[in-house]
C-alpha cells in the first residue's frame, strides 16, 4: 500500500502571511491532485499536476510537482480566511485508483 | 449543474439494522466510488465502480456491499452496521482525463452515520 505523507498536519497563521504545505511518497506518482475540503463538506478539486517538475498557479495558490515526481508542495501568498479548510493531497500509482493523505488542517486568524 | 447527492446526510441507527446510502450523479461518468473518512485516517476507499455492474473492492470493503445497476446511481449497503462502522462517507463521480490515465473526483456532499 502506497503511502502519502502530508505536512504539517496543522498550520494556523494570520492572515496576509504565505505558507507551504507538502505532500510526500516513498513511491513515483503517475498523478497527483489537490483538494479542498470544508466543514461539512466534501472535498473539492483544485488542480491535477502530471508531469515531474510541473507548476500550475490557480489565483493566490501555487502547485508545484517534484521532479521525481515523489512530493508535491501547496504555497498560498497572502492567506486569506477563506483559504481556512483540510487541504488533501492524493496521487495516482498507475492503478486506476487515488491514494489520499490524511491532509493539513489550515486557519487563517483574521 | 452537476453534482453528486447523497442520502441521507445524517443517520443514526443501531447495530445490525440494514441501511442504505444512496449516492446519484448527473455527469454521465462511468466510474464512481465510495469512501469513508475517519480522523487520523483520511479518506479510505471502500468500493469502485468503472462500470455498469462492474464492481471491486477498494482498501476497506469489510462489511459494505455496493451495487451498480445503472450508470448515474452507486449505493453503499450496510448488510449488518457495527460501532466501528460510525464514520463520514462520501461518494465520488469521477472524471477520466488527459488521456494520462487521470481521475479527477467530483465528491458528494457526505453521509454522516452513527452506529450505536
Known amino acids: 500500500t502506497q503511502l502519502l505523507e502530508q505536512s504539517p498536519q496543522f498550520l494556523s497563521i494570520q492572515e496576509g502571511e504565505n505558507l507551504t504545505v507538502y505532500c510526500n511518497s516513498s513511491?513515483?506518482?503517475?498523478?497527483l491532485q489537490w483538494y479542498r475540503q470544508e466543514p461539512g463538506e466534501g472535498p473539492v478539486l483544485l488542480v491535477t499536476?502530471?508531469?515531474?517538475?510541473e507548476v500550475k498557479k490557480l489565483k493566490r495558490l501555487t502547485f508545484q510537482f517534484g521532479d521525481a515526481r515523489k512530493d508535491s508542495s501547496l504555497h498560498i501568498t497572502a492567506a486569506q480566511p477563506g483559504d481556512t479548510g483540510l487541504y488533501l493531497c492524493?496521487?495516482?500509482?498507475?492503478?486506476?485508483?487515488?491514494?489520499f493523505g490524511t491532509g493539513t488542517r489550515l486557519t487563517i486568524i483574521p | 449543474e452537476a453534482q453528486v447527492t447523497q442520502n441521507p446526510r445524517y443517520l443514526i441507527t443501531v447495530t445490525g439494522k440494514k441501511l442504505t446510502v444512496t449516492c446519484s450523479q448527473n455527469?454521465?461518468?462511468?466510474?464512481m466510488s465510495w469512501y469513508r473518512q475517519d480522523p487520523g485516517l483520511g479518506l479510505r476507499q471502500i468500493y469502485y465502480?468503472?462500470?455498469?455492474?462492474?464492481?471491486d473492492k477498494g482498501d476497506v470493503p469489510e462489511g459494505y456491499k455496493v451495487s451498480r445497476k445503472e450508470k448515474r446511481n452507486f449505493p453503499l449497503i450496510l448488510e449488518s452496521p457495527s460501532p466501528n462502522q460510525t464514520s463520514l462517507y462520501f461518494c465520488?463521480?469521477?472524471?477520466?482525463?488527459?488521456?494520462?490515465?487521470?481521475?479527477?473526483?467530483?465528491f458528494g456532499p457526505g453521509t454522516r452515520l452513527t452506529v450505536t
Open positions: 455527469m454521465n461518468h462511468e466510474y
Open positions: 465502480s468503472m462500470n455498469v455492474e462492474v464492481t
Open positions: 513511491s513515483v506518482f503517475s498523478s
Open positions: 499536476v502530471v508531469t515531474g517538475g
Open positions: 465520488a463521480s469521477v472524471q477520466g482525463v488527459g488521456g494520462f490515465g487521470t481521475y479527477e473526483q467530483y
Open positions: 492524493a496521487g495516482e500509482f498507475g492503478n486506476e485508483k487515488l491514494t
